[in-house]
């Protein structure tokens, strides 16, 4: 059984950073593209940021030099470290496989607040 769990979120004043993690069991990281979403009040999910099995990276256009993702397989973690935090930033904040395990599976995620 698949089972993600995200953590990591809160409310922070536009600039400042936070760190997310994301644990997952039922998965294997190593072997997976994971990557890290998010979903905005009154919008759709969106990839902010991808890590594939050999560790390239890419980004949505509006994190792009703000945020980096990276993991730990040995522990069958996933991070994201989000600097220069925006408002437009707030959201829910998702980790899964890339494409998404299932279509139906998102873990409860982490609210992220940017508000001064």
């Known amino acids: 059984q698949v089972q993600l769990v995200e953590s990591g979120g809160g409310l922070v004043q536009p600039g400042e950073s936070l760190r997310l993690s994301c644990t997952g069991s039922?998965?294997?990281?190593?072997?997976?593209?994971m990557g890290w979403y998010r979903q905005a009040p009154g919008k759709e999910r969106e990839l902010v940021a991808r890590?594939?099995?050999?560790?390239?990276?890419d980004y949505a256009d509006s994190v792009k030099g703000r945020f980096t993702i990276s993991r730990d397989n040995a522990k069958n973690m996933v991070y994201l470290q989000m600097n220069s935090l925006k408002p437009e930033d707030t959201a829910v904040y998702y980790c899964?496989?890339?494409?998404?395990?299932?279509?139906?599976?998102w873990g409860q995620g982490t609210q992220v607040t940017v508000s001064s």
């Open positions: 899964n496989t890339h494409p998404p395990w299932t279509s139906d599976y």
């Open positions: 890590s594939t099995s050999t560790r390239s990276t």
């Open positions: 039922g998965i294997m990281f190593r072997i997976n593209t």
